[in-house]
């Protein structure tokens, strides 16, 4: 409607911006790693599609956990969060490994913002380990074992969804 403003997208409102290089991805993935290892050993790992594929890989190789499977959930549409949707859920087989409520297994996702996705999985596997590489203050105590807290509004670039690009120099103007 006309001189309604536009709503302004997850990114838009959180403001501040955390990018995050593969290295750097790497290495909190690894000192995540260290903490997680402390409480396994686990069964399986569950990651949380597709942003908890690539940490997931990681914890895999570093545990020595080759049993892998996937819940694939769609919520945000590049930026904005909409209806969570679960487009496959964990497999029989993995459900079997931890007796039904998830003891014993492992859930890896790249972050919690909300929270909506972790509870959401939560729920599936009650008793199951929810691990996350950074988290946001709605979503923490949602999780187990995290690495690195950022303030609510800050939002992560990962290095998947990011490019190496020119940056205009700060006496130009650039934030
Ligand atoms: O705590 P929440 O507010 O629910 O947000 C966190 C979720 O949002 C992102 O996934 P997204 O839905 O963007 O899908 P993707 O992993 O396929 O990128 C992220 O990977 C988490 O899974
Ligand atoms: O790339 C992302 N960065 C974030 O901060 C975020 N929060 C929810 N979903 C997200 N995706
Ligand atoms: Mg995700």
Redesign the pocket.
């Known amino acids: 409607m006309a001189g309604e403003a536009p709503e302004l997208s997850?990114?838009e409102r959180?403001g501040k911006a955390f990018p995050v290089s593969w290295d750097q991805f790497h290495r909190d993935c690894r000192a995540l790693t260290w903490r997680l290892n402390e409480v396994g050993p686990f069964h399986a790992v569950i990651a949380i599609t597709r942003?908890g594929l690539v940490p997931a890989a990681i914890v895999a190789r570093e545990l020595g956990v080759r049993v892998i499977d996937t819940v694939c959930i769609a919520s945000?549409d590049h930026?904005k969060?909409g209806e969570l949707q679960v487009l496959k859920g964990i497999s029989d087989a993995a459900m079997k490994l931890g007796g039904g409520t998830g003891k014993g297994l492992l859930i890896v996702d790249d972050?919690v913002?909300t929270g909506k996705t972790g509870k959401l999985v939560r729920k599936m596997l009650p008793d199951a380990h929810f691990a996350t590489v950074y988290a946001?203050p709605m979503g923490r105590p949602l999780v187990d074992t995290f690495i690195t807290e950022v303030s609510q509004d800050?939002?992560?670039?990962?290095p998947w969804?990011t490019a190496l690009s020119y940056h205009p120099p700060l006496r130009d103007g650039a934030a």
């Open positions: 997850a990114q959180a942003g945000y930026d969060q972050l913002d946001k800050t939002w992560i670039f990962f969804d």
